[in-house]
């Protein structure tokens, strides 16, 4: 190893202005050292490899670029907009992307960079080759910034200059080799021709290309003023307000900003948490919500108290627009310092029932744009018609009712009517209505198996590509003959369990055996009881790119026929499932207990197990009950259940939820795709038993991370829901003569669930059950240093501190405290990247996303099987269900036997001449034949499938049976 | 993720070093000769540090006198107009004087002391511009200070940075660096290879510290070298003087 020294010669200063999130300007001074050295990456240079230098492990980078005749340089609007061309596998084969580019990219989408990034790490013999060339810290390219050049001219120049030098080091006599620098900047484009640097948009050069289906890739890029001045008949928005306003606004306290959520019931009424306020501002129509997404960071001003309102209480699902909140005359919205003050504290303190306070978006930070599935407006293209090839502005509807219709441009849109289409957004004018996007990718025809799959996959975000080859690359050499190394046990530090009797109990079918069990009588009379889960991070070593993948990925998804894994099958269904018969590694938490369930003891310790038998509920309860079987499994089936019963009951007594969500299982047919039957899932003892130890091994790991990593233990907290949460479902109880919903403390709220029963209907706890937990705020990970102790509280399960330790084959928290656990035990030390807290949050973050995503993924695939299933039924069924929620144009109906949740609309139930009339405080509709529907009814619901006509969503119709 | 890429995968650092490769390092002896009995400066990269030496002088205060040896006594001072904010520094602040302890221990094994009993060496230490950790910057002036001031030493002690990129090190981090990764600040007394100075600014892995140490210590012995050509450079200029 060798010290090298710089020469002076070698400096260049970057200086540069930046201003800070308070509102000042830093001037920044940054040194540059300027190289020889920089390779320009291609192999037919000869001169570049001789200078090139080895790296820390004496590696030296080998050329990318092949020989071929044309070199593309990418600006960063190109990156940004056209990535998917990019990584497209019929263009873009030889790519130079300019260092200055690749940092721009960066700063403005991660995402992007990321995937720029996956695509520089071929080789040449691969079919795209990309290479970064670090321009700016090479002799040949390097310019300083002139006097008053703005930076996006300097960052022009700096990229002209890379294609300048690419076509003058490579150029030879006997080739036609040329580098093109492909941009859509036209004063760039202007600039090239006249300092001789071949230059081309994207349009040109994919049109050059000769491929129509390409061409539909590239985004919408007529000139800006051309598609105004066609679309100046459409509404406008109001233009966003500057950044320096924003910083002023935020500072001052006149705007707020938030995360704007879209309403899943009504898209034109959105909702901004601000922080603060006790009760998010709504933000009501179309013109309000100013061309913001759904999860898209905002800037928002509150409106005048006038026009404050109730949620609406009415349902939409038309592209309609409210008119209400746009018609309403603008009251002059000047307010004294004072005025304002006191309308933020109102704001603030709003109560329920009383007007909410309202306000309107005046600026987007930060767009949570992504890939849109949807299908092309019918009006717009007609399926089997022919395409003429002229380019034409289309609308496509996303599956997604809380995103409105993309403008996309395509040669052949009647080609792609009828499919499941990918689109991205690009820009969103404040002249035009829609968004503007381009078309990606299609999936394939609507309502086919495949393309409805995927659909929902991309709709969720969920990364179901294969794992990438480097990931791959860290799984053992010896694939599924891999077999544990005893040598492991000399070292002392993990523990030979084979002579427990282990077993594990899961649903019908598992693969991915997270966990297993095991229980004696020790000879003083305690038991010993120990839960054995997967040993993951004794594959998944941290910050390889097979861990990065797993804490992107951060969970598996459940598809009713499908699963997509978090981990490579190798290890979630091999060589981490605890399978029985075989030797697996194990993370082992052990208790000793005394037989009244007090526990003595714990132990934490890595293992090699073998588990005994892997039991499907119903054959461990069908064991455990079997009083004819005495052998030793049998014998430690009843120690667990006896003693999860303890626990069950304990954690009852200290207000532990019973809730309840209407978990369905679809039966499938011999035909894949052809679902036969659907149940609500049934549970037995052992479902419970395996739970209690779960649970017990979850929080005794909790404590023990917590104690050694106060900062970054990643830990589970639920917290509690606010009372008024309750305060709808209590009003309808009271209504209808029940008991109240407790809300002072959890047991309070589960003694009082207790109470409401109704004795003529058993289910009517159990809807009671359903509704309350929708009352409920929704668990999260967070790191224990952003906390207090007391807000640990995980309120569904009524203890006081929480975590996520046993299913590490499929969440990627578990991985994590698996890994604080090893630190904690000094198995091993914890890697540096998780000492960061800041690194952890950002784990947290993505782990509460992908974990919501996942279940939401979960619950539109069931829906679509059960959609699938009332398709083929010949007749609509008449099925028993419950009105639990009533419009003033609808009712909301669960019907329990298929856990299907729908409306009825108001027109297929009344007519103008018998209309129906809203009784809002009773929460009651009444038919002009006097019936009444009012909530909680139990009323005969006609459900059949329905094919939406403009998306292509297949849904429940339900109408009065 | 941070604003940067901290160490690209072609090998290249936020400022277009490689790992193994210092910043431009300058320096000079003799930079305050009316303001002191000795004085230097020194630059790595944007980083400045000046150094002067009083002493071996009486103390001031008697109590701090030892009868055995020379006192040593180091106060550093941050300019407020040394990072990117300008934030005021008393020398009383914890870190500051945390690092005056540093640096007194450091220098109390190389200076001797038993040479000179009863004396004061007071050594101010002033960094105007910081760039990157400064306790390199400063053990490196202070040696040349001392070495101006003809305090007797055993050898010269040569300092530099080493921040781990996951387990790549680079050497002589700078403020960028600095902020995102861990790092070891370590010095070399004379051309040994064992490092008598490891500070570490945060966290690291055991297993990982051992390439640092070693990348460390060849840069240590680089910047040994550009002192050394420094102190003849002043030498010689001072042997002038005299024959002349
Ligand atoms: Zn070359």
């Excluded at chain 1, 003023?225 to 320096?244: F, G, H, R, V, W």
């Excluded at chain 1, 599924?480 to 077993?503: A, H």
């Excluded at chain 1, 052809?674 to 130890?693: G, H």
């Excluded at chain 2, 009083?54 to 300019?79: C, F, I, W, Y």
């Amino acid at each position: 190893m060798i010290a090298k020294r710089s020469s002076k010669q070698s400096v260049a200063h970057k200086v540069f202005v930046r201003s800070t999130k308070a509102g000042n300007a830093h001037k920044i001074f940054r040194e540059q050292y300027l190289r020889d050295d920089v390779s320009c990456g291609s192999v037919k240079c000869g001169e570049c490899s001789g200078k090139a230098q080895p790296d820390f492990k004496g590696d030296v980078v080998p050329p990318v670029l092949a020989n071929t005749d044309l070199y593309c340089v990418v600006d960063t609007n190109i990156c940004l907009k056209a990535i998917d061309l990019l990584e497209h596998p019929d263009c873009f084969t030889d790519v130079v992307i300019p260092h200055t580019v690749l940092e721009e990219v960066r700063n403005q989408s991660i995402s992007v960079y990321t995937r720029l990034r996956a695509l520089t790490s071929t080789s040449f013999q691969s079919k795209k080759r990309f290479y970064v060339y670090h321009n700016e810290f090479s002799e040949s390219t390097f310019s300083q910034r002139q006097r008053m050049e703005t930076v996006n001219d300097y960052n022009d120049r700096l990229i002209r200059l890379v294609t300048k030098y690419y076509n003058e080091h490579l150029s030879n006599p006997k080739s036609s080799f040329k580098a093109v620098l492909i941009t859509n900047d036209r004063l760039n484009l202007e600039k090239c021709r006249s300092e001789n640097i071949l230059a081309a948009s994207l349009h040109d050069y994919v049109t050059e290309l000769g491929n129509a289906k390409l061409l539909d890739l590239v985004a919408i890029q007529e000139d800006a003023a051309d598609l105004k001045s066609k679309q100046k008949n459409e509404t406008s928005y109001a233009p966003y307000i500057s950044t320096s306003a924003v910083l002023s606004g935020l500072n001052s306290q006149h705007l707020h900003q938030g995360k704007l959520s879209i309403s899943r019931y009504n898209y034109l009424e959105a909702s901004v948490s601000v922080q603060g306020s006790s009760k998010p501002f709504l933000v009501i129509g179309r013109d309000m919500m100013n061309r913001a997404f759904d999860g898209d960071k905002v800037v928002v001003e509150l409106l005048p108290k006038s026009q404050w309102r109730k949620p609406l209480q009415t349902l939409t699902e038309a592209d309609q627009d409210a008119g209400a909140a746009d018609d309403e005359e603008q009251e002059s919205s000047i307010l004294s310092e004072k005025e304002r003050l006191v309308m933020l504290e109102e704001a603030r303190n709003a109560k329920p029932g009383e007007a909410e306070p309202t306000c309107k978006v005046v600026a987007v930070l930060k767009r949570n744009w992504r890939f849109y599935v949807g299908n092309i407006s019918s009006e717009f293209a007609k399926h089997g018609e022919r395409d003429s090839g002229a380019l034409r502005s289309v609308l496509v509807r996303p599956m997604d009712k809380r995103i409105s219709q993309i403008r996309i441009q395509t040669r052949r849109p009647n080609e792609l009517a009828g499919k499941r289409i990918v689109v991205a957004v690009d820009d969103w004018p404040s002249w035009s209505r829609f968004p503007q996007g381009h078309f990606v990718k299609a999936l394939g025809d609507i309502e086919d198996h495949q393309a409805e799959t995927e659909a929902i996959l991309l709709e969720h975000d969920i990364e179901f590509r294969p794992f990438p080859q480097a990931a791959m690359d860290c799984l053992p050499a010896e694939g599924d003959n891999w077999k544990p190394d005893e040598l492991v046990l000399t070292s002392g530090k993990r523990r030979d369990l084979r002579d427990l009797n282990i077993c594990s109990i899961d649903p019908p079918g598992c693969q991915d055996i997270d966990d297993a069990l095991h229980a004696h009588v020790l000879p003083n009379g305690n038991y010993s009881l120990g839960v054995h889960i997967a040993d993951v991070s004794h594959f998944v070593e941290a910050d390889t790119p097979l861990d990065l993948e797993g804490a992107l990925r951060a969970t598996s998804t459940y598809l009713v026929d499908r699963r997509i894994d978090m981990l490579p099958s190798l290890l979630g269904t091999n060589l981490c499932s605890l399978k029985p018969y075989v030797e697996r590694y194990a993370f082992s938490v052990i208790w000793e207990m005394t037989p009244e369930g007090n526990i003595v003891n714990t132990d934490f310790t890595k293992s090699l197990i073998k588990s005994r038998e892997a039991f499907e509920y119903t054959e461990a309860q069908a064991k455990h009950d079997d009083k004819s079987q005495n052998d030793d499994l049998a014998q430690s089936l009843r120690i667990l259940m006896k003693v999860s019963k303890m626990l069950k009951q304990k954690r009852l007594d200290a207000g532990a939820l019973n809730l309840a969500s209407p978990e369905v299982k679809i039966i499938m047919g011999d035909e894949m795709n052809d679902p036969t039957e659907v149940k609500i899932k049934q549970a037995v003892d052992t479902n419970s038993l395996v739970e209690e130890f779960m649970l017990l091994a979850n929080i005794t790991v909790a404590h023990k991370i917590y104690e050694h990593s106060p900062q970054t233990a990643m830990l589970r907290r639920h917290p509690a829901p606010p009372a008024t949460n309750f305060d709808v479902i209590n009003d309808q109880l009271r209504l209808k003569g029940f008991p109240q919903i407790a809300t002072s403390s959890s047991k309070a709220v589960a003694d009082s669930l207790d109470t409401i029963v109704d004795p003529k209907d058993p289910f009517f706890n159990t809807l009671i059950r359903i509704l309350a937990t929708r009352c409920m705020t929704s668990a999260e990970y967070f790191a224990a240093g952003n906390f207090a102790y007391p807000e640990f509280r995980h309120y569904g399960l009524a203890t006081e501190i929480y975590t996520h330790f046993t299913s590490p084959i499929r969440r990627y928290a578990d991985v994590i405290v698996h890994r604080q656990l090893e630190a904690a035990i000094g198995y091993k030390h914890l890697p540096p990247s998780h000492f960061v807290k800041a690194n952890l949050e950002k784990i947290v973050d993505n782990n509460n996303n992908r974990h919501r995503n996942a279940q939401l993924a979960g619950r539109a695939s069931v829906e679509y099987f059960v959609g699938k299933m009332l398709k083929s039924q010949k007749e609509p069924m008449v099925l028993e269900g419950y009105i639990i929620k009533v419009f003033s144009n609808g009712l909301g109906i669960l019907v329990p036997k298929y856990g299907l949740e729908s409306i009825i609309h108001i027109e297929d139930i009344s007519s103008e001449e018998e209309p129906a009339s809203f009784d809002e405080s009773n929460y009651a509709l009444i038919l002009a034949n006097g019936r009444k529907l009012s909530i909680f009814d139990k009323i005969n619901v006609k459900v059949e499938s329905q094919l939406h006509e403009a998306t292509g969503k297949r849904s429940v119709k339900m109408t009065l049976g | 993720m941070s604003r940067y890429e901290i160490y690209s995968p072609e090998g290249l650092r936020v400022d277009g070093r490689r790992y193994n490769e210092l910043r431009y390092f300058k320096c000079a002896l003799g930079t305050h000769a009316h303001a002191a009995d000795g004085s230097a400066m020194v630059e790595m990269g944007t980083s400045q540090v000046v150094c002067t030496v009083k002493g071996p002088q009486e103390p001031q205060q008697r109590s701090s006198m030892d009868t055995k040896k020379a006192v040593l006594r180091v106060n550093v001072h941050v300019a407020p107009f040394s990072s990117i904010t300008r934030t005021k520094h008393t020398s009383n602040e914890k870190q500051l004087q945390e690092l005056s302890m540093n640096l007194e221990e450091t220098f109390a094994d190389v200076v001797l002391a038993h040479l000179a009993p009863r004396t004061e060496i007071i050594v101010d230490l002033h960094v105007l511009a910081q760039d990157g950790n400064i306790m390199a910057g400063c053990v490196n002036a202070m040696c040349l200070g001392l070495i101006d001031a003809g305090v007797p030493m055993l050898d010269f002690i040569a300092s530099v940075g080493v921040a781990l990129a996951d387990s790549v090190p680079l050497l002589d981090p700078n403020h960028i660096e600095c902020s995102e990764l861990p790092n070891l600040t370590v010095g070399v007394t004379g051309k040994s290879n064992k490092a008598s100075l490891v500070i570490a600014e945060k966290r690291i892995l055991l297993d990982r510290i051992k390439p640092s140490l070693d990348l460390a210590i060849m840069g240590c012995k680089t910047v040994h070298d550009i002192m050394d050509e420094q102190v003849r450079i002043r030498l010689n200029s001072l042997e002038d003087r005299i024959k002349r």
